[in-house]
């Protein structure tokens, strides 16, 4: 079935599919390679990237520690949008003119798939315009409605009462680092802090067992990191599938306040939705609001073990947290999102043919100089930063509010407890589209 | 001064309430809603032009009167 038929069929598509049948709502089975289609792209018969312009790889281990300087690199060789054939083919746009051009354009770029990995959606995928995880990959109009029911719980005032919250948890992450011995203890700020904050977060508010947190984390490993693995060996998705298919059972028989609650009392046209939607969008709210937050805090703290002088002026004068956070969020913008081409179009000379890759890295144009002055230079009190770390246009980050509060106030906690802390060690980035430190030894100095 | 919001480019990247909630607040979508009728207080111009520059979306807009 063509992907044309298949879209004009999916409403009741979308209907007949219930969870009753406990596929996973999100996975590579059934049937293998159903829900998710080789791309014709075998990694091995390409090694480590030799030129980002001609042969990206955002999945090269060599791309997130530089990141800032291959897009310098590209722009200064007056490349704006690199290509690449990995992935089946994959074009790279990095300046803000050209990201935020096709963050805008929903008519040639689908999101229907966000995370470029050598699978494209099958026919067994929920099909466009509503996508495998609503509202992230859904396109208009349906885009509009579902992203509208998530809006109100992620709204700023309903994230600023969980502020208090964060701040305990992190003041309890940083108690259980135990002794420190100024000058000797070495703590891992990613490992013992900050992977911790964002899914204890998102799990309460779905109300999922605090237990899971690790369970949780593998599960994003999984979608986000090992992209580059056959499809089908993925069996950390259906994992995920199926627990989620288990919350919301569970959910059904004991409903409670919380967001999982929330999304299966929502109503579509009239009707309640449908585990695959509500299971889409819990895999979406799980997945989107954890590695992405964490690798911000981790970034952040990665950068002031380096910047005494920053360090000092968060604890001199902390009305500077306003920008600070800002431009935190703009230096080291963890999230490098995706768009597949709809329709064959030429974008400014460049031959998009449909179902190629876009990578949408938003990173990439918060360093453009074109947008910022010194864009490799963090100004701890930048008072104009336009930053596009939560995106651009109709898909600008649900969790924004959320993640704002938790980077702030982890920082603060952290900066708080240990004034002075050094790098201690080799620091591990993540591989993929969300860029942070996975493994980051810093040392505690003395106040 | 006077300034103006966009309601159909604001995406609700919530910039303009947390740099000058004087001027701007939030509705239960997190879009921004205006608070002042056009004219900016005197007081509020440097607020004003503080939100105008971080719009991501350029949704804000500033006239200066003549």
């Not at chain 2, 004219?39 to 607020?47: I, W, Y």
Request: proline share 8%.
């Amino acid at each position: 079935m063509t992907d044309v038929a298949k879209n004009e069929q999916a409403e009741p598509e979308v209907a007949n599919r219930g969870f009753g049948d406990r596929d996973p709502i999100f996975g590579d089975s059934p049937e293998g390679t159903d829900v998710w289609q080789r791309v014709p792209y075998n990694p091995d018969d390409y090694g480590p990237v030799s030129d980002f312009a001609t042969d990206f790889d955002h999945a090269d281990p060599d791309y997130n520690p530089n990141a800032p300087k291959v897009w310098k690199q590209l722009r200064e060789d007056g490349c704006p949008v690199a290509h690449s054939d990995r992935y089946g083919g994959m074009w790279i746009p990095i300046t803000h003119d050209t990201v935020h051009e096709i963050a805008y354009d929903t008519e040639n770029f689908t999101s229907r798939s966000v995370v470029v990995s050598v699978g494209r959606p099958g026919d067994m995928a929920m099909p466009a315009p509503i996508g495998g995880v609503p509202p992230i990959s859904s396109d208009p109009p349906f885009h509009g409605q579902a992203r509208r029911m998530l809006l109100p719980p992620f709204a700023p005032k309903q994230i600023e009462p969980w502020e208090e919250e964060v701040r305990i948890l992190c003041r309890r992450l940083l108690d259980d680092m135990g002794e420190i011995t100024p000058g000797e203890s070495v703590v891992d700020a990613a490992v013992q802090y900050a992977q911790h904050i964002p899914v204890n977060v998102i799990g309460r508010m779905l109300g999922f067992p605090e237990k899971d947190e690790a369970l949780f984390r593998k599960f994003v490993h999984d979608a986000l990191e090992r992209i580059n693995e056959e499809p089908g060996t993925r069996d950390g998705l259906d994992d995920l599938g199926h627990y989620i298919g288990a919350q919301i059972d569970d959910h059904r028989e004991n409903p409670r306040d919380d967001l999982t609650s929330y999304l299966m009392n929502q109503e579509l046209n009239g009707e309640k939705l449908s585990d695959d939607i509500v299971g889409g969008a819990i895999v979406l709210l799980l997945v989107a609001g954890i590695d992405t937050t964490w690798s911000a805090i981790g970034s952040s703290l990665w950068h002031l073990a380096q910047s005494p002088d920053d360090r000092k002026r968060l604890q001199d004068d902390p009305e500077v947290m306003t920008f600070a956070v800002e431009e935190f969020l703009r230096a080291y913008a963890p999230v490098t999102m995706a768009r597949m081409v709809a329709k064959d179009n030429d974008f400014h000379g460049c031959p998009m043919k449909k179902d190629d890759w876009v990578l949408l890295p938003f990173p990439a144009a918060n360093h453009d100089p074109k947008q910022f002055e010194d864009p490799d230079k963090f100004v701890i009190d930048r008072e104009q930063n336009r930053h596009a770390a939560f995106g651009l246009g109709i898909h600008r980050c649900l969790g924004s509010n959320l993640a704002r509060l938790e980077l702030r106030v982890a920082i603060e906690e952290f900066v708080a407890r240990f004034p002075n802390f050094e790098l201690a060690g080799d620091v591990t980035w993540s591989v993929g589209q969300i860029r942070g430190p996975r493994v980051l030894p810093v040392r505690i100095l003395a106040d | 001064m006077q300034i103006h919001l966009d309601a159909e480019k604001c995406q609700g990247h919530n910039r303009c309430y947390g740099l000058a909630p004087e001027l701007f607040d939030v509705d239960d979508y997190g879009q921004a809603v205006l608070l002042v009728d056009g004219e900016v207080p005197a007081e509020l111009h440097d607020k004003a032009r503080l939100a105008a520059s971080n719009c991501p979306e350029y949704a804000i807009t500033l006239t200066q009167e003549s």
